[in-house]
């Protein structure tokens, strides 16, 4: 059974940084397409990045470019997601998902094309 974890959220000040983690047991992610989505209160959940299962691909939300990074480290079966010069409107739950055996990367931006999702982790950023 795959389970996913996300870990690193937290209270922030506008300008600062957070790096969310997010780990996977049952199956490695070396191989899985991931992707970052967070839903703030009374809106909808909203894609924040992905990865290509190969590495060779990464796709951000345009509000996020240039302050997002989403990397692997697939020796330790983690994804992670860089969160510089953080917004209040960044403010949300930040949920990972994993989709195995796809190579369409243009369907990445939708959670519902992924299989697997964490619980999701908490990000707050104050004014």
């Known amino acids: 059974q795959v389970q996913l974890v996300e870990s690193g959220g937290g209270l922030v000040q506008a300008g600062g940084s957070l790096r969310l983690s997010c780990t996977a047991s049952g199956r490695t992610i070396s191989t899985a397409n991931m992707g970052w989505f967070r839903r703030a209160p009374g809106k909808e959940r909203e894609f924040v990045a992905a990865?290509?299962?190969?590495?060779?691909?990464?796709t951000y939300a345009d509000s996020m470019k240039g302050r997002f990074s989403i990397s692997r480290d697939n020796a330790k079966t983690t994804v992670y997601l860089q969160m510089n010069s953080l917004k209040p409107e960044d403010t949300a739950v930040y949920y990972c998902?994993?989709?195995?055996?796809?190579?369409?990367?243009?369907?990445?931006?939708?959670?519902?094309?992924?299989?697997?999702w964490g619980q999701g982790t908490q990000v707050t950023v104050s004014s």
């Open positions: 998902g994993a989709k195995w055996g796809a190579t369409a990367q243009a369907m990445a931006v939708l959670w519902q094309w992924y299989d697997y």
């Open positions: 990865l290509s299962w190969s590495g060779s691909r990464t």
